[in-house]
């Protein structure tokens, strides 16, 4: 198998989600050996990530992804993962640094998956970034409208994922989840999307069909 590295710590709970998730499906599909999984979880100061959750001001990032897929591919893995749907913002960065190793993308893997399962109109649950700067022109270009939430609701909702990557969340931001979840069946969607890869360590529910993008990225990985 080729082997992966992950630019994980953004938050720590989803990136430890996503590498279980690959392993489940290894032993799913009873491929032979497990494969080799490097981690990075990026040093990044709280404050610059509050300060993502909350104003989607991703910039800071940058040097640290970038330092990040380096490292990696130096390491010599074949395939770098951003454990992370709003730095996707700045994949194209990540690709420019590496000589060699594939860069897998949830940009390019969402539509693509929402497209085969014939979703015309999906509710993008995640923070303002995820949503309008890296989704809704992919989306749009396989056929596929985006709902978001309300502003008021998205301001919410970026608080509670901010308790979520800090693992300081309650019932109350499950609630919030919810909220917007039932703002979006309102509005006739055909499917819910977590576009946030913390969002899934919330158990949400809902009576339409909903597809976690930590499940896309990992059922891709294992193709790639």
């Not at 290894?26 to 990075?40: F, G």
């Not at 640290?64 to 390491?75: D, I, K, R, V, W």
Request: aromatic share 4%.
């Amino acid at each position: 198998m080729k082997s992966l590295g992950i630019i994980g710590g953004v938050g720590p709970g989803s990136t430890a989600e996503f590498y279980l998730q690959i392993l489940k499906r290894v032993h799913q599909h009873y491929i032979s050996e497990r494969p080799r999984i490097l981690i990075d979880s990026i040093p990044l100061p709280i404050a610059v990530e509050h300060e993502l959750l909350l104003s989607g001001k991703t910039e800071p990032y940058i040097p640290f992804l970038e330092e990040s897929a380096m490292q990696l591919e130096e390491a010599g893995v074949d395939i770098i993962l951003l454990a992370s749907n709003t730095l996707h913002i700045h994949e194209e960065r990540v690709r420019k640094v590496l000589r060699s190793a594939e860069f897998v993308s949830l940009r390019e893997a969402v539509p693509l998956f929402l497209r085969e399962k014939n979703i015309k109109r999906v509710g993008i649950l995640g923070t303002g970034t995820a949503i309008s700067d890296i989704y809704r022109d992919s989306l749009r270009s396989h056929g596929i409208e985006e709902v978001a939430p309300s502003e008021f609701l998205q301001d919410r909702l970026n608080k509670s994922i901010q308790r979520v990557v800090t693992d300081q969340w309650d019932l109350q931001d499950r609630s919030t989840a919810h909220a917007v979840i039932a703002h979006m069946e309102a509005n006739g969607v055909d499917a819910i999307l977590l576009a946030c890869t913390d969002l899934r360590l919330l158990d949400l529910h809902s009576s339409l069909q909903t597809f976690d993008t930590v499940d896309i990225l990992a059922d891709v990985t294992l193709t790639a």
